[in-house]
């Protein structure tokens, strides 16, 4: 059966959290929700049964907005566009090939486990920078698929899309 997602629902989930990470009360002091009506109820729940607590409604909205206003900053959107053509070389599988090769490294870097990009998109609470982040951690496999001989000799690597990337993993900057 699925539950309800009404304000009662939403601050059991809440608190059930709370009480498994913070079983003395003593840390969890704010909690931060969107503005719908459900979960402003939720909070008001909260604040009851944790009363040295607070809650931000349209919380998640401002936080948005500020690494919206990040993004805008010319280095960082230059970070973005290059974040952009690594996964749409390397992370989608539009060029199977490349995907295939870059996933066998990843594995190899990550204790066997396959590590993709992440696809930022515009609408979601600072999903670039965790791309980005994605990115960097996976550098090193980057840089070992675009060396070795096989990767090389794919015919998609001519593309000037796949040229530009392999650019971007290459540039210290």
Known sequence: MVEKKDASYIASLFEDEVNKFDPTCSFTDVFFFDGASNVQKAGQILMAKFPRTFCFHGGEHVVSLFFSSIAKIAPIKVL?????????????????????????????????????????????????????????????????????????????????????????IEDKK
């Open 80 to 168: 973005i566009l290059k974040t952009c053509r690594l996964y749409n070389v390397f992370g989608s599988g539009a060029h199977h090939a490349i995907y295939a090769q870059f996933m066998a490294q990843s594995a190899m870097y990550n204790k066997g486990r396959q590590v993709g990009l992440l696809r930022g998109v515009g609408t979601r609470f600072a999903s670039w920078f965790y791309a980005i982040h994605q990115a960097l951690r996976l550098r090193q496999a980057l840089l070992s698929t675009i060396h070795q001989q096989k990767f090389l000799e794919l015919e998609s690597v001519k593309k000037q899309s796949v040229r530009h990337a392999i650019r971007d």
